[in-house]
């Protein structure tokens, strides 16, 4: 079966979730023709749907253009019209389906499941008793109700008369309806088999998910568009493309009168036809490598908002692509000159981009921008570490190692020494961290060092000198404390805060993903803490901080203005914040100041005191935890051979000056 699409139509690699905007066009100027809409597809818009907290979604249908969804509470569930209550059932509500004026529903009840049509208003206009069946799915047919017993197929008229049974013959994934046809679908990555249960001739489709419609079968692709199927190909219904709309995945979709359409992933999306709404606005592109979370949410937010530009997602891990063959495809368009405006950093390290060339150090931009400064921004050091600001995010996370304020006094680092001092001093029943390891311990304080070692701009890099050969010898001779292979069973919980004040234990990791967590875990301790990160050379700042939705210019592109439109949203896009801290700095502020007005008995209480110290560890951090894989790798490898005695600190850090060299002339020379 072809699809049939023009060769010059943009192919979404990836879409993130998102909306169109839905202004009315522009009237044309006077004596000058009205915009004609040219689409391979019709003219759409979006709207997205917001439930209430208690709705649910499973539920959620479109009826003759209306949106029909159950609630649950503890005492009630209720079907709602769009905003209106219109049913409350005497037991629960587990299907809906399409019906003429209305709405089947399909509820359990204490003496087995009922089905009900229901008028737009809830009137019950028929209902059947069904007894103890158990249905799978419910779906709709030339007024027919037909539940999906797994196998078999229970009808029930549009009057409430059970029909016999009907049980199928054939495997199938799901049922869908056309008219008054049923039809089976066997779904597979590369597309579907799609056989009627009557009469009608089977066909194959394209890849997506087929769905019921009035008067033809539809299939939906989340990185294409609609399609109707009709005499065997798949004809256009709405492109995504054209008409700006983004979807990152859709798992149910409906069709209903008007042209209108319901599709259910993430999130939910209304589609209505928009009466040749032209769109007009300028794509940009990010790519990513992997894993991007939360930059859909964050493409969608800037797609709703700005009058200009859309953003589409580039996957260049699409079609099963493992971690390096991304980054060879994202590699080879950037050097070709065809690689996207903008990069998202969620699952790459951007210090090689950063130093090959390929980021805009935005600070003019920033410096240019009138709705946005230097002081609007959280860790504004850190974003600088690679020797400009390169990146920009929605949120952050902060690591860092605390001790007691008593034991460290304040600073923001300690020396390899200091760790290896206050190490030996520990009784055996005492340890330094929870869960290290030699290897562990050179990772962290390794990595850190290794940005300062290699020099991007000259291809070179120094580890065979007595810093570095000062750290082997530190990852050496540390106290080893892993954590136990099955440690729910071989080990006994004391909470950290107690080791801590004990001295049991001298540090404590902690991740402060919200604005309180510093202060909650003094507030345990009893006592002020100190941040002290991992231990260095040279006392410098041992903590880091994790971006959420990092992301970075392209030097390649040519609509910058554009781009850091995006980059401006990004870091403005409210969000709820609930695992992370924002980046924005008026947003963290109003955090700050929630907590200091919560109760003194509350966990997220914080004092003046609380937030002064907070500010100032946040702006310490001087690294974030992006750092060479590669680089890394060898440094662990080599040192396998020193730590089991076979080589000497300087022999190690030799090798690893050989083969740091080689990797770094290969990827900056």
């Not at 759409?44 to 208690?54: K, N, R, S, T």
């Not at 999906?148 to 009907?166: I, N, R, W, Y």
């Not at 001790?403 to 020396?415: A, I």
Request: charged residues 20%; hydrophobic residues 40%.
């Amino acid at each position: 079966m072809k699809r049939i699409i023009s060769c010059a139509m943009l192919i979404l690699l990836l879409a993130g979730c998102g909306a169109a905007a839905t202004d009315a066009a522009p009237s044309p100027a006077p004596g000058t023709a009205a915009p004609v809409w040219e689409g391979e597809g019709g003219s759409f818009v979006a709207e997205d749907i917001v439930l209430p907290e208690d709705a649910y979604f499973n539920t959620l249908t479109l009826s003759a253009g209306e949106l029909y969804y159950a609630s649950y509470s503890e005492t009630a569930s209720e079907l709602y019209r769009g905003s209106v209550r219109i049913y409350t059932s005497a037991g629960m509500i587990e299907y809906l389906a399409p019906a003429e004026d209305g709405v089947w529903v399909v509820e359990r009840l204490p003496d087995g499941f009922a089905a009900k049509r229901l008028s737009s208003g809830g009137a019950v206009q028929a209902s059947a008793e069904l007894g103890n069946i158990s249905p799978a799915d419910a779906l709709s047919a030339g007024g027919t109700l037909y539940l999906d017993c797994s196998g078999e197929l229970q009808p029930v008229t549009a009057g409430g008369k059970v029909l016999p049974p009907q049980r199928l013959s054939q495997s199938y994934d799901f049922l869908v309806a056309c008219g008054n046809e049923l039809y089976a679908v066997n779904r597979s990555a590369e597309g579907s088999v799609v056989n009627s249960l009557g009469d009608g001739e089977g066909f194959e489709t394209g890849e997506g998910l087929v769905f019921s419609g009035e008067d033809c079968l539809y299939l939906v692709s989340a990185e294409t568009g609609i399609y109707s199927l009709t005499d065997g190909e798949e004809q256009p219904v709405m492109l995504w493309s054209e008409c700006g709309i983004y979807m990152e995945t859709v798992l149910d979709a409906v069709a209903s009168d008007g042209g209108t359409f319901l599709c259910k992933g993430s999130g939910a999306k209304l589609l209505r036809p928009s009466e040749g709404k032209l769109w007009n606005k300028t794509e940009l592109t990010i790519g990513v490598t992997g894993d991007a979370p939360g930059l859909s949410s964050a493409v969608n937010y800037f797609n709703d908002n700005s009058e200009d530009y859309y953003v589409t997602i580039v996957n260049y891990a699409e079609g099963g692509a493992g971690g390096s063959q991304a980054v060879t495809r994202l590699n080879t368009a950037l050097g070709s000159g065809d690689g996207p405006d903008m990069l998202c950093f969620s699952s790459l390290s951007p210090q090689v981009y950063a130093r090959r060339g390929y980021l805009v150090d935005m600070t003019e931009l920033l410096e240019a921008d009138p709705g946005l400064s230097e002081d609007d921004l959280m860790l504004w050091k850190a974003m600088n570490s690679y020797g400009g600001f390169y990146l920009a995010a929605n949120g952050f996370i902060a690591e860092t190692w605390v001790g007691l304020q008593s034991r460290f006094g304040e600073r923001s680092g300690w020396t390899l020494d200091e760790y290896l001092q206050m190490e030996a001093e520990l009784d055996e029943d005492s340890n330094m961290f929870y869960n290290v390891t030699k290897e562990r311990f050179l990772a962290q304080v390794g990595e850190r060092y290794a940005r300062s070692a290699i020099d991007m701009e000259t291809a070179t890099c120094d580890f065979d000198n007595e810093d570095f050969i000062e750290i082997l010898d530190a990852s050496a001779r540390v106290r080893e404390n892993p954590e136990p292979e099955n440690p729910t069973h071989d080990m006994v919980f004391v909470p950290s805060a107690l080791l801590l004040a004990s001295g049991r234990q001298i540090g404590v990791f902690i991740m402060t993903d919200s604005v309180y967590k510093l202060a909650a875990k003094e507030h345990d301790v009893g006592q002020p803490l100190t941040c002290m990160g991992w231990p260095t050379p040279d006392a410098s700042n041992g903590s880091d901080a994790t971006l959420y939705i990092p992301v970075g210019i392209c030097t390649g592109t040519d609509r910058l203005e554009g781009c850091w439109e995006f980059i401006s949203s990004l870091i403005k896009m409210p969000n709820s914040y609930d695992f992370y801290q924002p980046i924005y700095k008026p947003y963290f502020e109003r955090l700050v100041r929630a907590s200091m007005s919560q109760p003194e008995d509350s966990e997220k209480y914080m004092t003046q005191s609380d937030a002064d110290k907070l500010y100032a560890f946040l702006d310490s951090i001087e690294t974030l935890t992006y750092f060479d894989q590669a680089v890394n790798e060898i440094i662990l490898d080599e040192a396998s051979a020193f730590f089991a005695g076979r080589r000497s600190a300087a022999e190690c850090a030799a090798l690893i000056q050989d083969r740091v060299s080689t990797c770094v002339a290969e990827q900056y020379g």
